[in-house]
């Protein structure tokens, strides 16, 4: 997992194509203003989900990893918690290919704050729990690129 602002992007240049696919997206496009749903970029490789949701506390939400696509979550407006821990660490469940979701339970090792313009990038080995209010439920408009994991 690394955790960023889009106004640092120069300490990020060693990162992998695609995720500097993402970066470039987000800063030529008004993301803002997109509907949310599913928008693609380049077909099944690489394409963004813009979400809108209240965020809520942790005992409501669910863990989660992905073996198919490394997600490139961005913040748009709110703030969120994200809770994290490596899936080493949980009780993983049974991987739901369709949907590129591995479920998981248990606890967080770390957590980050997301606010407006910053970034955080989940590897298939971080588990992530979303969603999760900082002091209280807020509204949140967030980007989660999806970009595929070359073989």
Known sequence: MLFGNLNHLKEFSFLEKGIQECFAYAQTHDLLSFEKGSHPIDGERLFVNIVEYTTT???ERFWEAHKQ???VHIMLRGEEQIDLNFIQNME???????D?????DGEKNAS??????????????DGHRTAVAVEKPAAIKKAIFKVLIEA
């Open 92 to 98: 993983v469940k049974e991987f739901v290919e369709k």
């Open 112 to 125: 980050v704050i997301l606010r407006d313009g910053d970034f955080l990038i989940c590897y298939p080995s």
């Open 69 to 71: 696509y490394l997600d």
């Open 100 to 104: 590129d979701f591995l479920p998981m």
């Open 57 to 59: 506390n942790a005992e």
